[in-house]
């Protein structure tokens, strides 16, 4: 995948076209995120995240999206407001996407492909299975939250678990070999 991430369409939350390549050469954690689902306090953690290692080079990605219960209902601008006034996040928002089913985004399709399989979705998919959730296929996206670290090459390198929270230790050792490279 390397350079072909960098050359797919994608459109900031304030409407702009745009593209991953302003990214270019920074670690990229991209995540599915969503304002109304049990997982929606990880945005403080992102934004920490965000916070600690952007200085050397890491850009965390928000890609609202609606897949999973109705958890992100709002237009653009109402998720803008909600992330900004309820968690202060700073780090680049999307315009809202499909990242599973038949509208999944180019984006996510390539993400997936590249990666099929999250690392410890085990307890994830069994919580959401006792809701009486049906869960996807192992290569699709599992939740809200789920993260894909991209190295500075744009190769995904690594795929984690929704309820893997921002301040997990294997995450953390991911996105610091992805920054050390």
Known sequence: MTDAIYDI?????????????????????????????????????????????RDQGLEILGFPANNFREQEPGSDDEIATFCSTTYDVDFPLFSKIDVVGPNQHPLYAALTSAQPQAERTETMRKRLEGFGIKTGGPGDVLWNFEKFVIDRNGRVVGRFSPDVPPDDAELNAALDKALAG
């Open 9 to 53: 369409p994608v459109k900031r939350i304030d409407g702009q076209a745009a593209t991953l390549r302003d990214y270019r050469g920074k670690v990229l954690l991209v995540v599915n995120v969503a304002s109304k689902c049990g997982l929606t306090p990880q945005y403080k953690g992102l934004e920490e995240l965000y916070r600690a290692k």
